[in-house]
């Protein structure tokens, strides 16, 4: 457990080194990456949102894909296509950049609802299916998407159903005064991200992936998730609450976070501190909150729900 603990400290000291002033981030998208998770990462344009992707998978040594969503942008482009070959009359398929371990999806709410909705059954399952053929996905696999806030111009709000496969949404906000100072006079921060070396393997991810599926969640600490998440169904602040699948996303991201704090047991706090990134986005308030901020209102209820649910000793 100790080694685990130094090598997620490595991998973080790396990301830090292009993405200043944002621990908490870093350690956020460690997490999802060992919950074998997805993530959601939503800000204005300029804060770092594709430099924190871009330093968790050249940190990583494992293939990594980059796809830019524009409004012309199909299914195809994303998943790949069948290709004729004239030697044998056959048609043979041709992998799209999906077919990596790290993708990232870049300002995924600028391309049409059927092209991000390409992308399900590949985060969901870790598969794609095309004319009839199955093709799994390499492993370890993990999207990073960015998104600008739906306010900007030319941006499509992502359908419930794609955000619920992504385990987490987290905003990275401008960075404090002193960090900032340092990204000025450290300018050449695309250089610097391109110049990272790996410090981990996939295979390393992997089997950490799988001594998180290990770690003990007893019947307290289930019991508590379980409160919360009953809670949010009968808020009468909530016509949505979450659902089974944002109760197994916060289990295993649970899970992922007492590894990297070197535990075999999952606490409330394991919990607490994760229920904001991993179920704001999946409950939406009432009607009488109207559409504009949603997001935030969504977490001020949750934060609400926290504080009432009572926490195991």
Known sequence: MIEICNSIEILHKNISRVIKGKPEAITLAIITLLAKGHLLIEDVPGVGKTILAQGLAMSISSSFQRIQFTSDLLPSDILGVPVYNPHNNTFEFKPGPIFANIVLVDEINRTSPKTQSSLLEAMNEFQVSMDGHTYQLPQPFMVVATQNPIEYQGTYPLPESQLDRFMMRIRLGYPPLKAEKEILSHSRIEEEVKGLQPVMSGEEIVEMQKRAEQIRVNDEILNYLMGVVIASRNSE????????????????????????????????????????????????????????GQGEIAENILIDILGQVPVPL
Do not use: T
Not at 237 to 265: C, E, T, W
Not at 275 to 289: D, T
């Open 237 to 292: 602040h909530l016509r949505l609450g979450v659902s089974p699948r944002g109760a197994l996303f916060l289990q295993r991201a649970a899970k992922a976070r007492a590894l990297i704090h070197g535990r075999d047991y999952c606490i409330p706090d394991d919990i607490k501190s994760l229920a904001l990134p991993i179920l704001a986005h999946r409950i939406i308030p009432a009607s009488e909150y109207g559409i504009d």
